[in-house]
């Protein structure tokens, strides 16, 4: 009896129950984080300093602010005057040959009038109030517009298309934005920028809410 025993246990299989346990909740990781970042957030580094000083950027992404974007907002509800929203290239900017995504602020909604007068943004023959992001020595010209489309977008005033709204960077003096190429259509649009992870002192929410009640 003994001997049979011994038989028995010389010829199980070792117990790797925990290997395809490991296996199985690594796919399923994977699979959870590719679901996040493609539906409902992800991370980015801002690649340039139009978007200062709301958001430092820089080439060196160790030294550019880290920032989370959602992703699901905009399938529920329509972007804000104020969001900063990160968008693929518009056409205009593909035939540019840009590859990468933009980050910029919105400045117009689809319907409206958007007119440059004196270095200020006028939406519907009224100025936008920008103090809440816009430093007293930006000014808002096209005279930044030397590259693309000539005449620039905004040389003269445009009304928005439905579905398509008009961006622009925080650093007016040094931005390639919408009144050089046009307006960004909605389905071009990623999401919105809604906190900064890094630097570490500078963690939390990027804007006040809501800059336009």
Same mark, same amino acid.
């Not at 980050?103 to 023959?125: F, Q, S």
């Not at 259509?185 to 992870?197: S, Y």
């Given at each position: 009896?003994? #001997?049979?025993?011994?038989?028995?246990?010389? #010829?199980?299989?070792?117990?790797?129950?925990?290997?395809?346990? $490991?296996?199985?909740?690594?796919?399923?990781?994977?699979?959870?984080?590719?679901?996040?970042?493609?539906?409902?957030?992800?991370?980015?580094?801002?690649?340039?300093? /139009?978007?200062?000083?709301?958001?430092?950027?820089?080439?060196?992404?160790?030294?550019?602010?880290?920032?989370?974007?959602?992703?699901?907002?905009?399938?529920?509800?329509? @972007?804000?005057?104020? +969001?900063?929203?990160?968008?693929?290239?518009?056409?205009? $900017?593909?035939?540019?040959?840009?590859?990468?995504?933009?980050?910029?602020?919105?400045?117009?909604?689809?319907? *409206?009038?958007? *007119?440059?007068?004196?270095?200020?943004?006028?939406?519907?023959?009224?100025? $936008?109030?920008?103090?809440?992001?816009?430093?007293?020595?930006?000014?808002?010209?096209?005279?930044?517009?030397?590259?693309?489309?000539?005449?620039?977008?905004?040389?003269?005033?445009?009304?928005?298309? @439905? #579905?398509?709204?008009?961006?622009?960077?925080?650093?007016?003096? /040094?931005?390639?934005?919408?009144?050089?190429?046009?307006?960004?259509?909605? +389905?071009?649009?990623?999401?919105?920028?809604?906190?900064?992870?890094?630097?570490?002192?500078?963690?939390?929410?990027?804007?006040?809410?809501?800059?336009?009640?």
């Amino acid at each position: 009896m003994q #001997n049979q025993v011994s038989d028995q246990n010389s #010829n199980q299989k070792p117990d790797n129950s925990w290997i395809a346990e $490991l296996g199985r909740t690594v796919v399923l990781s994977i699979v959870l984080a590719l679901g996040i970042r493609t539906f409902v957030a992800e991370a980015r580094w801002i690649p340039s300093g /139009s978007m200062e000083p709301t958001l430092h950027g820089t080439q060196n992404q160790w030294e550019a602010d880290k920032i989370i974007v959602d992703k699901l907002k905009y399938k529920f509800a329509n @972007p804000q005057r104020g +969001d900063i929203v990160v968008f693929s290239p518009t056409d205009e $900017l593909k035939r540019e040959q840009y590859q990468d995504a933009f980050i910029k602020r919105v400045i117009g909604l689809p319907g *409206e009038t958007v *007119e440059l007068r004196d270095g200020k943004v006028y939406i519907n023959n009224k100025p $936008l109030d920008e103090e809440a992001y816009l430093s007293s020595s930006q000014r808002t010209v096209v005279d930044v517009c030397t590259s693309g489309q000539q005449p620039a977008f905004l040389a003269k005033p445009q009304t928005i298309p @439905p #579905n398509s709204y008009l961006v622009l960077g925080d650093n007016r003096n /040094s931005s390639y934005d919408s009144r050089c190429w046009g307006v960004v259509p909605r +389905d071009n649009i990623i999401g919105r920028a809604v906190l900064r992870f890094w630097p570490l002192n500078h963690v939390g929410g990027i804007d006040k809410s809501p800059l336009y009640p």
